[in-house]
C-alpha cells in the first residue's frame, strides 16, 4: 500500500507538473497560436489528453513496472526448476519484444489520430454551444446534427482501428503463450526421470502463471507507450514560444509612469504577418494628455490596429517606427510594465467565473467601499445590493447570470477602479447595449476618467460627438485628424456611406 501510495503520488506530480506547464505556455503565447489553433484542439489537450494522463497512465505504467518484476522473480524460479525451458525463453522473449515493436509503429499513430479527430469534435460542440441561438433563429438543427455525427463517425473509425490494433496483439500473444505452456507441458514429460517431480510441478505452476503474466506485461507496456502520445501532446504546448520581453524589456520606465498620457505615433507601421500587407501605413499621431479622442472608419480601416499597437499583441519584427506614451518608446520596455498601465473597456465584456469581487478587483488593491463606489457610479448598486452574497456573488459562466448591459457595466466600473491608469481604451464599448446604458456609460466616461486620455472606437456618433479631437482611418491610413466641429461640418464620404447605412 505505501509503496503504491508512493508511486501514484509521484506520478500525479508529474501529471500536475505537465499540466501546469502547458497551461503557463497556452497563457504566455502569442494571438497567432489562437490564430492557427481551434478552440477545440486546446480544449482536448485540457480535457482528453489530461484525463489520460491524470487516471490511465499512472495506474498503466504502475502494473506494467510490477508485472515485469513478477515477470523475472517467475523466470527465476523455473529456470532453477526445470533448466531446460531457459532454452524455450532465448527466442520467445525477444520474439515477443520484436512483435511489441511491430505492434508500436502502428499503435502510436493510431492513437495520435484518434486525438486528433476528438479534437474537431471538441471544435465543433463550442463552437454550437456559442452559436445557439443562431442555430436555432436560422432552424439549423438538423444540419449541425448530422454535422456532429459526421465528426463522431470520423473519430468512432480512428478509434475503432486502435482498438482492433490491440486486439491483434493479443490474438498473437495468446498463441504464442500456449505454444510456450505446451513446449514446457512435453520437455517435463520427456524428461520427467532426470528431473525431480516437485521442481517439475513448481516449474510448471510459475510457467503457467509466467505465460499469462508475460502476456499481460507485454499488453500493459505497449498502452504505457501509447499513453504517452498524450504526455507528448501535452509536453509540446508547453514548448509554445512566449511572447518576447514579457518581464524583462531593455528598460524600466520611471516610478508613476504615465504622468500625463501623452501619446505619439512616428512612422508607425504594423502588419499581423510579415508575408501580410501592412494594416497600419505610416501612422503618424499626436495626442495630447487627457484628451477624448474618437476613431471611426469602415471595416479593416486599421481602427483596432490602433490597440493592438498599443497593447503590443504582434511580433516585433512586423512593426516599425516608434509609439512614445510620455515620451517612452513603448518597444524598449516589458509587455508586463506596459499592458498594466493600460486600461481598457472591450467590445464584449469579459467576465470570469468567480466572484463579483474577484471580477472587479483581480488583485485585491481597492477596499470594498471602494468597490460599491464603482458600482454606484455605474447605477449597479442597488441590483448587487439585493443579492444574498453581495460582493460574493458567484458569476456565471460569461456572465451568463446577468445581462448584456449589466456585464458592460462591470467592465466599466472595473476601469474605474484601476484609477492609476492614465489611458483608457474603448473599443466599441456600447455596440452591443441598448440606447440608456449608453448614456449611462458616456456620463461615467465624462465623469470618472477626467485626467485620463481617452481612445475611442465607435460605431455611433453619438459616443464621439463630444470628443476633443476624431480620427479618420482609410486602409491602415489616417485621412483626417481635426476637432469634431471640423470633421462633421465637412462633407466626408465615409460619414455619408455609414449614415446611409445606419452603421451609426
Not at 506494467?64 to 522473449?93: A, F, K, N, Y
Not at 480601416?301 to 512593426?319: H, W, Y
Request: glycine share 4%; with cysteine; proline share 3%.
Amino acid at each position: 500500500m505505501i509503496r503504491a501510495d508512493f508511486f501514484l503520488r509521484l506520478i500525479l506530480c508529474g501529471a500536475s507538473a505537465l499540466h501546469n506547464n502547458m497551461f503557463k505556455g497556452i497563457l504566455y503565447s502569442s494571438l497567432r497560436f489562437y490564430e492557427s489553433n481551434p478552440v477545440g484542439r486546446i480544449l482536448n489537450r485540457f480535457g482528453k489528453d489530461q484525463h489520460v494522463i491524470d487516471e490511465l497512465l499512472p495506474t498503466t505504467f504502475f502494473d506494467t513496472v510490477q508485472s515485469s518484476l513478477m515477470v523475472l522473480g517467475c523466470i527465476v524460479i523455473v529456470g532453477m526448476s526445470i533448466p531446460w525451458v531457459l532454452l524455450i525463453l532465448i527466442p520467445t522473449i525477444p520474439l515477443f519484444l520484436w512483435l511489441r515493436r511491430y505492434y508500436l509503429k502502428s499503435s502510436r499513430n493510431l492513437k495520435r489520430l484518434e486525438s486528433t479527430t476528438t479534437s474537431s469534435v471538441y471544435a465543433l460542440f463550442s463552437s454550437s454551444l456559442n452559436g445557439l441561438m443562431t442555430i436555432r433563429a436560422f432552424n439549423m438543427e438538423n444540419n449541425f446534427v448530422d454535422l456532429f455525427i459526421d465528426k463522431i463517425n470520423t473519430h468512432t473509425c480512428a478509434s475503432f482501428i486502435f482498438i482492433c490494433s490491440g486486439k491483434w496483439l493479443g490474438l498473437r500473444l495468446d498463441l504464442m503463450t500456449c505454444c510456450l505452456t505446451f513446449i514446457t507441458g512435453i520437455l517435463s514429460i520427456t524428461l520427467r526421470n532426470s528431473l525431480d517431480a516437485s521442481s517439475v510441478a513448481l516449474g510448471l505452476s510459475y510457467c503457467i502463471s509466467l505465460t499469462s503474466l508475460f502476456q499481460w506485461t507485454v499488453r500493459q507496456s505497449a498502452d504505457t507507450e501509447n499513453y504517452m502520445t498524450s504526455a507528448e501532446r501535452i509536453d509540446e504546448y508547453s514548448h509554445i514560444p512566449s511572447e518576447l520581453d514579457f518581464y524583462k524589456g531593455e528598460s524600466k520606465p520611471p516610478p508613476n509612469w504615465p504622468i500625463e498620457g501623452r501619446i505619439e505615433f512616428k512612422n508607425y507601421k504594423l502588419s499581423y504577418r510579415s508575408e501580410l500587407e501592412p494594416a497600419l501605413k505610416t501612422i503618424n499621431l499626436e495626442i495630447a494628455p487627457r484628451n477624448k479622442i474618437g476613431i471611426i472608419g469602415r471595416t479593416g480601416a486599421g481602427k483596432s490596429s490602433i490597440f493592438q499597437a498599443l497593447f503590443r499583441l504582434t511580433d516585433k519584427s512586423t512593426t516599425s517606427g516608434e509609439i512614445l506614451i510620455d515620451g517612452i518608446d513603448i518597444n524598449t520596455l516589458s509587455l508586463n510594465d506596459l499592458r498594466s498601465v493600460l486600461n481598457i473597456i472591450p467590445q464584449s465584456p469579459v467576465l470570469f467565473s468567480n466572484t463579483l469581487r474577484y471580477n472587479l478587483d483581480p488583485f485585491k488593491h481597492c477596499t470594498d467601499e471602494q468597490i460599491w463606489d464603482a458600482l454606484e457610479s455605474v447605477q449597479l448598486k442597488s441590483t448587487i445590493d439585493k443579492f444574498q452574497d453581495k460582493l460574493n456573488t458567484q458569476v456565471a459562466e460569461y456572465g451568463s447570470n446577468f445581462s448584456v448591459g449589466e456585464c458592460q457595466l462591470i467592465c466599466v466600473a472595473r476601469a474605474i477602479l484601476k484609477k492609476q491608469c492614465k489611458i483608457l481604451l474603448i473599443d466599441e464599448g456600447t455596440a452591443h447595449v441598448d440606447t440608456k446604458t449608453d448614456e449611462i456609460i458616456q456620463k461615467i466616461l465624462h465623469e470618472k476618467f477626467i485626467n485620463q486620455t481617452v481612445i475611442i472606437i465607435a460605431h455611433r456618433l453619438n459616443t464621439i460627438m463630444n470628443s476633443d479631437k476624431i480620427v479618420v482611418m482609410n486602409d491602415g491610413l489616417i485621412t483626417e485628424y481635426d476637432t469634431s466641429e471640423e470633421v462633421f461640418t465637412e462633407q466626408n464620404e465615409l460619414l455619408t456611406y455609414m449614415n446611409n447605412e445606419s452603421v451609426l
